[in-house]
């Protein structure tokens, strides 16, 4: 369980990033303080002004679905189908697990194929609200890995496959605005990440030197028990993700001005 809410991690940071970003380019699009850039054409824009803001956003959030599949470079999102992620590294050292892991060569597929159940944003508070989820998410990696969970040794380094059903997220950006170069723009004050998962089966190659028997036993405990194991990363990985999600809206909104986001 700590092994597959490191999976878990990756999978919802890497996701949020791109839904983030993805989001924050809804409320307009791309333009430069040296030269403004014309906004691409297949980015629907939105106004502040419009009396249904909501439903523009998540129609022009919806309308570049297809194109997540080979990334949007204008828009800073990368390829999602599949998503690679050279490497990722994660250390937790509380509670009842303690494990120091990475993963390499990453690839996450399923992504593009997430339902927007709300997409709402209150230009006067400054506040985005974005509730998505995705049916079903699998990753592949090389792993390796060393420590205990519930005083139960772990170790090994091999491949890594795990499959997540019924992904919900939940993320609240709260911003304010500033004038910059006599221009508005806008500030991320602070951001809220919860998630939930449904199903979770992974597997680790390799475990205890190749001890099959070993291994396998235990990949089943993990499995069995990744609820309960998950209530130890839980804040771990919630801070982490809205740390995560903060850094890309910081980018967006310091790039584009307010105006160029959402115009009135």
């Known amino acids: 369980s700590s092994i597959r809410n490191l999976a878990s991690k ?23 303080e040296k030269e403004r850039a014309q906004l691409p054409s297949f980015v629907k824009i939105c106004r502040r002004s419009d009396p249904n803001l909501d439903v523009c956003a998540r129609n022009s959030l919806l309308g570049m679905r297809e ?44 992504l593009a194929n997430f339902t927007l159940n709300e997409l709402h944003i209150n230009p006067q508070k400054m506040r985005m609200t974005l509730m998505m989820s995705v049916p079903n998410v699998t990753m592949n990696a090389k792993y390796k890995m060393q420590g205990k969970i519930m005083m139960m040794p772990l170790m090994g380094e091999g491949d890594f496959k795990a499959n997540f059903s019924n992904v919900e997220l939940s993320t609240v950006i709260n911003a304010e605005r500033y ?14 990440v919860k998630y939930k998962l449904g199903k979770v089966d992974l597997h680790l190659s390799n475990l205890f030197n190749g001890d099959h028997a070993l291994g396998e036993r235990m990949n089943t405990f993990v499995n069995e028990n990744w609820d309960s194991l998950s209530s130890e990363l839980r804040p771990l990985l919630e801070t982490s993700m809205s740390d995560i999600v903060r850094a890309s809206a910081e980018k967006i909104f310091d790039t584009y001005s307010f105006d160029d986001l959402l115009p009135e």
């Open 179 to 192: 004038t910059r170069k006599e221009r508005l723009y806008a500030k991320v004050k602070d951001v809220t």
């Open 10 to 32: 990756m999978q919802l940071c890497t996701f949020l990033m791109l839904l983030t970003t993805y989001s924050g380019v809804v409320l307009a699009g791309p333009s430069f």
């Open 67 to 110: 194109l997540l599949h080979y990334g949007i470079p204008e828009l800073f999102i990368p390829p999602i189908t599949p998503l690679v992620v050279p490497e990722i590294r994660m250390d937790q050292d509380s509670g009842a697990i303690y494990l120091h892991s990475t993963f390499k060569d990453i690839t996450v597929n399923g």
